[in-house]
């Protein structure tokens, strides 16, 4: 063999190299699209709804009642913040 003939043999293992890693990722895509639907199929079937009569008012919620007479060491546990 000839230095062509390498050549013509390396371009041809990249064109078979570059097909399989395109396809390779039309599928790996096609199973993650797959995937993603069945678990929002999932979620969609198990969802729980939530009606404006579970809601608190804003100024009796859990969150304004710690933070109204809260104890700064309270509220830093609980968010991570301070006032």
């Known amino acids: 063999m000839n ?11 990249y064109g078979f190299f570059a ?12 199973v993650y699209e797959m995937l ?3 678990e929002w199929r999932v979620a969609m079937r ?3 709804y939530l009606t404006s009569q579970c809601l ?5 919620s859990a969150w ?3 933070y109204n007479h809260g ?7 609980a968010t991570s913040l301070t006032r």
């Open 46 to 48: 198990k969802r729980q």
């Open 64 to 66: 304004m009642t710690l």
């Open 71 to 77: 104890h700064d060491t309270n509220v830093l546990n």
């Open 36 to 38: 993603a639907e069945e």
């Open 3 to 13: 230095e062509g003939d390498d050549y013509n043999a390396m371009l041809v293992l």
């Open 56 to 60: 608190d008012l804003p100024f009796e």
């Open 19 to 30: 097909e399989q890693s395109e396809k390779l990722c039309e599928v790996r895509r096609d």
